[in-house]
């Protein structure tokens, strides 16, 4: 809630809230305002939403949006204002997990990107999730952290930790931080491994 209304403030466009008593649109997603990624139910109709809230503890109700949905893996220095990101598709998603991923690079939305970075002023190494629909970008999530889909982002040149770990240890007057962007467009497929004892 607090995330939803620093957006609202700061005039970033984001899926809107509602509670049970003040639905005004014809379909909505229900989740779990905490562990929200166990239960998540999309497109309900608002004849449904208050059957359904009752197999919730504590549900956030918000404007469903249908789109495509996208991580944005980015990188904030803490002593300056370098600022890297690459954007990426989420196109296999499971248990609100990037199975498949794949880079993109667009000018439009990434001044957008600059924009919300710019307004949040976050540091270090951390997530935005985005839903667009075909119109705009709704700011969906921003993770304080690295994905597990954020190795694409790593392998094409944003060396988030290697980063960090320069400014950790106050290496940055020594060491250069820069950002050679090796966006190929390739595809990411996460799999799981066996695993042998």
């Given at each position: ?5 620093c ?13 049970k ?30 059957i ?6 504590d ?14 893996d980015?990188?904030?220095s ?14 296999l ?26 307004k949040?002023?976050l ?75």
């Amino acid at each position: 809630m607090k995330f939803y209304k620093c957006l609202k403030s700061k005039s970033i466009k984001t899926p809107s809230l509602f509670s049970k008593n003040k639905l005004k649109l014809k379909k909505y997603i229900i989740k779990e305002r905490y562990n929200s990624s166990n239960l998540i139910q999309k497109n309900i109709d608002i004849n449904n939403i208050k059957i359904i809230s009752k197999k919730f503890n504590d549900p956030f109700i918000q404007e469903y949006i249908k789109g495509k949905e996208i991580s944005v893996d980015v990188w904030s220095s803490r002593y300056n204002k370098k600022n890297y990101f690459i954007s990426r598709t989420r196109n296999l998603i499971i248990n609100g997990e990037s199975k498949i991923t794949k880079g993109f690079d667009d000018k439009n939305f990434n001044t957008i990107v600059k924009n919300i970075i710019s307004k949040l002023n976050l540091k270090g190494p951390y997530m935005f999730q985005f839903i667009f629909d075909k119109k705009n970008y709704y700011l969906i999530e921003c993770n304080p952290r690295i994905g597990g889909a954020s190795t694409y982002s790593i392998n094409n040149g944003l060396e988030m930790i290697l980063w960090s770990l320069i400014e950790i240890y106050k290496l940055d007057k020594q060491i250069n931080i820069k950002f050679i962007k090796r966006l190929n467009f390739n595809t990411l497929i996460r799999i799981p491994f066996d695993k042998f004892q």
